[in-house]
C-alpha cells in the first residue's frame, strides 16, 4: 500500500495544498493522503503561527468532502520543532512495514536537503514527491546527490501546473481586508472570518 504524505505549516491550508495531494493521489495511486501540520518547522523559525488547534481545525475543514485525505496530528502531538525524518519514522512505524510512504514536497524544500536532518536516513524511509513550485527551478539532483548519495533513487517528479498561491499572501490579504474566495475553500474562508485570524499580520 503507498500512502502520500503532505506536510506544512499550513496557516491557513489553501486550495493549492489540495490540488497538489489530489494530483499526487491520482497519479501515484496513493490508497490516502495525511495532511501533517507542523507544530514549528525548524527551517522557519521567526514567524509566529497561529495556534496548532486552529490550523488542525481548519484542515479538517478543508479536506472533509474527500474520503482520501485525513490529518495526521503527528507532529503537533510533540514537543519542539518538527523534523521530518522523525516524523516519517512515526508514520512508518504506525503504519506498517508493508506501506510504503510517499512525501509530498516542493522544488524548493528538496534542494533544501542537505540542510534537513539526517536526509540520509530520511530517503531510506521514504520516497520524495518533488512538485513544481512557482519562481523555482527544478533542483538538480546530480547536485543533491554529493551531498545526499542514493537521493536520486528516492526522487519522484510530480510536474503540475504551478499553483500560484501561498499562505503568506492569504494572511496579509486577511490583514488588509481583502478577499481570500477561491483561495481557501469557503469552510476554511468562514473559520479564519469567524475566530478573527490573521487580522494583525504584518
Known sequence: MKIGVLGGTFDPIHSGHLVIAEEARLRLKLARVLFVP??????KTGREIAPATHRIEMVKLAIANNPYFEVSTVETDRPGPSYSVETMAILQQRLGAEVKIFFVVG???LAEL???KEPDGLIQLCKLVAVTR?????????ALES???GVTRSVVWLDIAPVDISSSDIRYRVAQGLSIKGLVPDEVESYIKERKLYREQK
Open 147 to 149: 551531498f545526499v548519495p
Open 134 to 142: 512557482p519562481g523555482f527551478n527544478r533542483p538538480d539532483l546530480k
Open 38 to 43: 507542523a507544530r514549528q518547522q525548524w527551517l
Open 107 to 109: 522544488w524548493d524544500s
Open 114 to 116: 542537505p540542510q534537513w
